[in-house]
């Protein structure tokens, strides 16, 4: 074998030494990362879709996640407002008792009682902020902390402190839902009732006691009329938080499984085939190992082999 084709066939040994080397440790590298390229010009034309598929699935989870986080605020809500309902129907149930029992002494401790109960209700907040104060950051949408001060109130805007907007939610379909009702659009009726009963309650000198005259008892019936009302419309606005967490469930899931596609396409797209990888794998050893014995037998030769 002449010099010239011996040093020939040691480049071509090499070279592809070398090629193997390389391929070997891009599979290698698909297999420790399970991608398919190491960066996305390695993907070449498929690139923008690959991240176009990406983006689309991070809105999808992003999307997702506030709902899920949703899911915890709509619990909190229904109790709330399920709490006003109750505090009003609770203080309409005793004044029927009362005027039943042609006593009401007690009537000023349940309307002392349901007021602080509404009132903590209406200020209950969800991760700091109010339910139903807007998009307002901050303290509770009822300002007003006694019944007295109730009384006192000029008008709405010293009772209620609120953001002139609403707190809003867009799922992406270009319509903002309105997550709740503000304060004062649900309670003014409300404060309203429990205002006039405080006003009773004064004339009367602060109780109504025993016997119910029929003046007092006429007013009462009214009243607790009119709590009935306003509860009924708390219990509507609960109703109405069931049906939009029921919608954001169901908006959860279709984005769940939105993100389970583009997954399985971004997998398409950008992993690696772990099953195609490892026959590549065994089938470039092989070569490999042919390429390094052929090097390692023509690196030997010298004219001393063939004298």
Excluded: C
């Amino acid at each position: 074998m002449s010099g010239a084709l011996t040093f020939r066939f040691t480049t071509q040994a090499q070279l592809d030494i070398r090629r193997i080397t390389r391929e070997l440790s891009d599979l290698q590298r698909q297999v420790a990362s399970g991608s398919a390229a190491n960066d996305l010009q390695g993907f070449g034309g498929g690139a923008s879709r690959l991240l176009n598929a990406q983006s689309l699935k991070a809105n999808a989870d992003s999307r997702a996640s506030v709902i899920n986080q949703l899911q915890a605020r709509f619990g909190v809500q229904g109790a709330a407002l399920g709490q006003v309902a109750d505090g009003a129907q609770i203080l309409a149930q005793s004044i029927r008792e009362a005027i039943s029992a042609n006593d009401g002494r007690g009537i000023a401790t349940e309307l002392d009682l349901s007021f602080s109960s509404i009132v903590s209700a209406l200020n209950e907040t969800w991760n700091g902020q109010p339910l139903f104060a807007g998009e307002r950051q901050g303290a509770g949408p009822v300002k007003i902390t006694s019944l007295d001060e109730l009384v006192a109130a000029a008008g709405p805007e010293d009772i209620f402190d609120e953001a002139a907007r609403h707190q809003t939610l867009d799922l992406g379909v270009g319509e903002p839902i309105v997550l709740s009702a503000k304060a004062s659009e649900i309670s003014q009726g409300l404060l309203e009732t429990l205002g006039a009963m405080k006003e009773l309650l004064t004339a009367s000198g602060g109780t109504i006691g025993q016997p119910i005259t029929a003046d007092q008892r006429a007013a009462l019936q009214d009243l607790a009329g009119r709590l009935d009302s306003e509860a009924t419309k708390f219990t509507n606005e609960e109703g109405r938080a069931g049906q939009l967490q029921k919608r954001f469930a169901t908006e959860r899931v279709r984005l769940q499984e939105r993100s389970n596609l583009l997954l399985k396409e971004i997998g398409d797209q950008a992993d690696a085939d772990i099953a195609a990888v490892s026959v590549k794998l065994s089938s470039l050893l092989v070569q490999y190992e042919a390429a390094a014995k052929t090097f390692s037998e023509l690196s030997r030769l010298s004219l001393l082999d063939y004298l």
